[in-house]
T-cell receptor, first 112, second 112 residues
Framework: QKEVEQNSGPLSVPEGAIASLNCTYS??????FFWYRQYSGKSPELIMS????GDKEDGRFTAQLNKASQYVSLLIRDSQPSDSATYLC????????????FGRGTSLIVHP | EAGVTQFPSHSVIEKGQTVTLRCDPI?????LYWYRRVMGKEIKFLLH????????ESGMPNNRFLAERTGGTYSTLKVQPAELEDSGVYFC??????????FGQGTRLTVV
């Protein structure tokens, strides 16, 4: 069983729409969750961290965490073509490790 | 401010040869991480340094891989002897505190 699962996509949304990216994880006691964005040919960059159940908003981005269901999502409001990238979900396993486990990423395409 | 820098950007070597990858983290970042992405797979953790000390090397595949971090500054990852399955993109990341926040552009290693 994969530890962090994401739909590889591509997820295609029109400009201005809400893009919803989902991620599930297998370690029930994971405590820390991260979203990274990776533009084509570039390196990943950390864009969001979330540690408790509920929503965390940062500009047009909202991370949502549901530990009971073991999923974390990233919503991008008012999507722009510049948001087109691969979004990687990463989860810190239990046991105090600070080494996140990555999913394979979801490719997002925002078309004008 | 310079980001995380990796050298070389590409390397093609023959099976059995030795290759050394270098990472210069962002100045002042005590935490340095090595990751690898094999084509079509997720980014996999290799090693974590805190300053010059190896905090976690549980992801190193075998003893053909040797990582060092001289004086807590730059780091090298040596593969000796290289095997075909070592091919992939090797990422370095750094941060002041976990998790890894800033990634380098990666070194694409091809073993033929």
């Amino acid at each position: 069983q994969k530890e962090v699962e994401q739909n590889s996509g591509p997820l295609s949304v029109p400009e201005g729409a809400i893009a919803s990216l989902n991620c599930t994880y297998s370690d029930r006691v994971s405590q820390s969750f991260f979203w990274y964005r990776q533009y084509s040919g570039k390196s990943p960059e950390l864009i969001m961290s979330i540690y408790s159940n509920g929503d965390k908003e940062d500009g047009r981005f909202t991370a949502q965490l549901n530990k009971a269901s073991q999923y974390v999502s990233l919503l991008i409001r008012d999507s722009q073509p510049s948001d087109s990238a691969t979004y990687l979900c990463a989860v810190n396993p239990s046991g105090g490790s600070y080494i996140p486990t990555f999913g394979r990423g979801t490719s997002l395409i925002v078309h004008p | 401010e310079a980001g995380v820098t990796q050298f070389p950007s590409h390397s093609v070597i023959e099976k059995g040869q030795t290759v050394t990858l270098r990472c210069d983290p962002i100045s002042g970042h005590d935490n340095l991480y090595w990751y690898r992405r094999v084509m079509g797979k997720e980014i996999k953790f290799l090693l974590h340094f805190v300053k010059e000390s190896k905090q976690d090397e549980s992801g190193m595949p075998n003893n053909r891989f040797l990582a060092e971090r001289t004086g807590g500054t730059y780091s090298t990852l040596k593969v000796q002897p290289a095997e075909l399955e070592d091919s992939g993109v090797y990422f370095c990341a750094s941060s002041q505190v976990p998790p890894p926040a800033f990634f380098g552009q990666g070194t694409r290693l091809t073993v033929v």
